[in-house]
């Protein structure tokens, strides 16, 4: 790791003032999927997508802390019905997701160090383990963000590297969240970064339990930083 808050892999200034005006074109060309999918970043159990071509790109997703086996069951139901890529919920559902949706096409993704991405490297590492064991595909875990407005950019990258290692060994893929309402925009730059240098294969705006949601310039910054290549 370089030193003075250096990233590895990356080009001193590589997040500049450039890179920072250039996403207007993003912006222009994101900004009507945003607004098309806002009602869908929080799933409303019972209402049908209004865009069956949209389908195979929702997450179906139950997070709140006091969801039921019964809610839970019928997430499952519905996403298997409208054919989504995946239901997310919280790990200790994961099982249950994983029984009720087997033989489908309906990915289970899991959440790691959510919402607040502070738990140790340790914690997370041993939450993406079990969740896989117990039938997680995908898992989103959250940044520690705290380690990152720290410019501890050693911190962040051994913290992604470590789950990516246990996912990858595991045959999941890992989604990595930033909560971008809590970073500046060379913050944004230099998460997404670490993301790709530490094996991440999504970037995610947000938790839902933050501050703020997905926003067009957000989406527009990330896809610039990470390229084509990543979801």
């Known amino acids: 790791m370089a030193r003075g808050g250096e990233i590895p892999g990356t ?9 920072a005006l250039s996403t207007q074109n993003y912006v222009d060309r994101v900004q009507p999927v945003v607004r098309a999918g806002a009602d869908r970043i929080a799933s409303t ?10 389908s195979h790109l929702i997450d179906h997703t139950l997070l709140k802390p006091d969801a039921t086996k019964e809610e839970v069951a019928q ?10 890529a995946s239901v997310c919920v919280n790990p200790s559902h994961v099982k249950l997701c994983a029984d009720l ?14 919402p607040l991405g502070a738990t140790s490297t340790e914690t997370k590492v041993f939450e993406a383990q079990k969740a896989i064991r117990d039938g997680a595909t995908e898992v989103d875990m959250v940044i520690n963000v705290g380690a990152l407005k720290s410019r501890d950019y050693e911190r962040v990258q051994c913290d992604i590297a470590s789950v990516a290692r246990v996912c990858h060994t595991g045959g999941a893929i890992l989604k ?9 925009d060379e913050e944004k730059v230099a998460a997404c970064q670490l993301v790709k240098v530490s094996g991440g294969d999504f970037v995610k705006t947000s938790t839902g339990f933050g501050p ?12 610039k930083v990470v390229g084509p290549s990543m979801g």
């Open 212 to 223: 703020g949601g997905a926003t067009a310039e957000d989406v527009a910054l990330m896809r």
């Open 176 to 184: 990595v969240i930033l909560e971008a309402a809590l970073l500046s």
């Open 45 to 54: 159990l019972g209402v049908a997508p209004t865009d069956g071509s949209l």
């Open 75 to 84: 997430l499952c139901y519905e996403a298997k019905k409208c054919e989504f």
């Open 101 to 114: 949706l087997k033989d489908t096409q309906v990915r289970v993704c899991t959440v790691v160090g959510f």
């Open 11 to 19: 080009e001193r200034g590589g997040g500049g003032r450039n890179s």
